[in-house]
């Protein structure tokens, strides 16, 4: 498993688990001192156990040498970052393309390389490109297994997913039988629980993952746009998502209004996607207008707080519950909080934070003048306005009275929808929502 970040962790621990025996590589020196010392140097609920149990039983471990890794293996998965590249939104490859050459270099024998990362459409065939330039004497074969685990509940998503879907290279049908073969080998505990298995073609397997992520980003966006829609014309969000989400064929997930998605994924995916449109001559309209109003939906939530706020924040102390993408996670990576809280602070207030998980990562991407605070409750501390930015169960149920106690003023800017207007409202805030007609 070429990358021990929150894929490749996950996913070679999974593996471990089913029975195989896995090498991660990792050439982030922190994080393979963490994992060589027995810790996770991500937050995975149920993690560290998992780890510790296969590391244990020797069917896990850690390296930094992808030769001594590869030696005599069946299959290398890539599941090293494609972030977006800065400027046109494409998937940056270059980790992927540099950790290819690295394995043909070191390859000792037959090897099937097999893509976890989410790569762009074609992505596949230019690893064949790169493998066979590298080692013309190689005999080896490629595959596409884009990985659909949610940060937060990855364990659960990896051991039993809705779907596995294995892209392979029909061009050469001998070389798809064996690949195919090794997949179902390693996948072998996920047929036992009927998990479906899709095998296809290269392309279409790259094109799933961009397609299912752009659509979950769809789904949020256009909530997003009905709560707007029902504070202009006194209409409930929670009502209207609740009752379109009982028709099967909408289905009642990811209709909860938020203050913009945002995350190591759903960025970067839609984004990458309407780059395949626009380079295939087939731009993809709707994630286009997705990923518009997405980013315009953030700084529009910093423009609302602000307004709540009567207009200036200048030495205003503002509270902050919740930094990371959704609760969790230490994940930090395009969290709307960047943008609400970089904002905030440019507009001069004083900033106090709070998350259960993500301090240490928003240390690095928060403006400096940010206060961290040791609980939640501590945010309120002189604050006049306090701001929800992430669910997480424990601020659900924060007492009123105590943040009432510590907080200077009486406004609560609540873009996650976690507590009821009609409570907070008696227990003498002044206090907005999303999409919810009770507020000012
Ligand atoms: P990550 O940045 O957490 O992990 C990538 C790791 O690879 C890093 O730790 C990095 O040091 C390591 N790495 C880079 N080049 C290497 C090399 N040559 N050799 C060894 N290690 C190397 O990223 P992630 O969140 O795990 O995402 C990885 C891929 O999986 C991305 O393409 C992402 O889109 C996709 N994905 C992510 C998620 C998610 O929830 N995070 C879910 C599904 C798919």
């Excluded at 993952?209 to 909530?223: C, G, Q, R, V």
């Excluded at 706020?309 to 993408?325: E, H, K, Q, S």
Aim: hydrophobic share 40%; with cysteine.
């Amino acid at each position: 498993m070429i990358g021990g970040g929150y894929v490749g962790l996950v996913s070679g621990t999974c593996f471990a688990e089913f029975g195989t025996d896995v090498a991660i590589v990792e050439t982030n020196p922190d994080r393979l001192a963490a994992l060589r010392e027995g810790r996770i140097p991500i937050y995975e609920p149920g993690l560290d156990r998992l780890v510790e149990d296969n590391v244990a039983a020797g069917r896990l471990t850690f390296g930094d040498d992808i030769a001594a890794a590869i030696k005599g293996v069946d299959a290398v998965f890539l599941a090293v970052g494609t972030p977006s590249r800065r400027g046109d939104g494409q998937a940056d490859t270059s980790y992927v393309h540099a950790a290819v050459k690295q394995v043909a270099r070191a390859a000792d024998g037959y090897t099937l390389i097999v893509t976890k990362s989410t790569v762009p459409v074609g992505t596949g065939r230019e690893i064949a490109r790169i493998v066979r330039e590298t080692r013309p004497d190689l005999d080896f074969d490629i595959a596409s297994n884009p990985e659909f685990l949610r940060e937060g509940n990855a364990i659960q998503d990896f051991m039993r997913p809705d779907r596995v879907i294995i892209g392979i290279d029909e061009s050469r049908p001998g070389g798809a039988t064996r690949a195919q073969d090794i997949l179902r080998r390693l996948y072998r505990p996920l047929y036992l629980l009927e998990t479906p298995i899709v095998f296809t073609g290269l392309e279409t397997a790259e094109l799933i993952k961009y397609s299912a992520n752009s659509f979950l980003a769809m789904k949020i966006t256009f909530i997003n746009e009905i709560a707007d829609l029902c504070e202009k014309v006194g209409a409930n969000v929670t009502d209207v998502a609740r009752s379109i989400g009982l028709d099967g064929r909408i289905g009642k997930k990811f209709l909860h209004p938020s203050p913009g998605f945002g995350g190591s994924c759903f960025p970067k995916d839609t984004r990458a996607l309407t780059a395949i449109g626009r380079k295939a001559g087939s731009p993809v309209r709707l994630i286009e207008t997705t990923v518009a109003v997405n980013e315009a939906r953030m700084q529009a939530m910093a423009e609302r707080i602000i307004a709540f706020a009567g207009g200036d924040v200048r030495g205003m102390t503002i509270g902050v519950l919740g930094l990371t993408f959704k609760p969790e996670t230490d994940d930090m990576r395009e969290a709307a909080s960047i943008t609400i809280l970089g904002q905030l602070d440019g507009a001069g207030a004083h900033i106090r934070a709070f998350d259960p998980a993500g301090m240490e990562t928003a240390r690095a991407v928060l403006p400096p003048g940010v206060t961290y605070c040791g609980d939640a409750v501590a945010v309120a501390e002189g604050a006049d306005i306090v701001v929800v930015l992430t669910e997480w169960n424990e601020f659900r149920s924060l007492s009123p009275d105590k943040l009432k106690k510590r907080m200077k003023g009486r406004r609560i800017a609540d873009l996650r929808n976690i507590w009821d207007p009609q409570v907070m409202r008696e227990a003498g805030f002044e206090y907005i929502s999303l999409g919810r007609p009770e507020q000012a």
